[in-house]
């Protein structure tokens, strides 16, 4: 199940899956050194949520078709080039009208150098570039080089992990990572 939550109720879950909220009846528990606790959760929770956009299977995330909003150009070297906003994290499938498979996604970020430097000088050749049944989507930055690119085709789908500020979407079952890597907390006095 999709599940949107604001940031309130975001660390409220998070709270009752750390059992950090269970106080007993009878205790009182006052603090007056200046430490926010909601800040503190706040901030594993952004934490943990920007892992999770990043790295998670998609049947965790809540991935959005954003095509419709994104313009693809020629860059004049036989590829295309589209200009993706900065909210998007991540990027799941791409997919144009003239391919005959959805694209190969490779983030510069994660490869070395080398191999990416590789990858863009064989895109820059028409005898080596990717063709229709294999291309490429070269991701830097927020602009994503797209190979093949013949001129008037447009984009059939582009699914992307996308974070909105304050609101967190996910599956409901990405709750279980939260205790995967759950940090001992020292409570004495």
């Known amino acids: 199940m999709k599940l949107t939550l604001t940031q309130s109720q975001m660390n409220e879950r998070w709270l009752t ?21 909601d800040m503190i959760v706040t901030e594993e929770v952004k934490k943990w949520y920007f892992n999770l956009l990043l790295t998670a299977p998609e049947h965790m995330l809540a991935p959005r078709d954003i095509e419709d909003a994104l313009e693809v150009r020629p860059d004049g070297r036989g590829g295309g ?28 970020n994660a490869f070395p150098e080398g191999t990416i430097r590789r990858v863009r000088r064989r895109q820059a050749s028409p005898l080596t570039m990717s063709g229709p049944d294999d291309p490429v989507a070269l991701m830097h930055s927020n602009v994503i080089s797209l190979y093949p690119y013949i001129d008037g085709d ?28 759950e940090p001992k907390y020292d409570f004495t006095l």
Do not use: C, K
Request: no cysteine; glycine share 4%; hydrophobic share 50%.
């Open 17 to 37: 899956l750390r059992r950090l909220n269970t106080v007993p009846l009878a205790a009182v528990v006052s603090r007056n050194d200046g430490i926010d606790m």
């Open 81 to 108: 080039q589209v200009v993706v906003p900065p909210e998007v994290v991540r990027i799941l499938s791409v997919t144009m009208r003239g391919w005959n498979a959805p694209a190969r996604i490779l983030h510069d």
């Open 154 to 181: 447009e984009l059939l789908t582009f699914r992307a992990v996308v974070m909105t500020d304050g609101i967190y979407e996910f599956d409901s079952s990405a709750l279980t990572t939260i205790l995967e890597d």
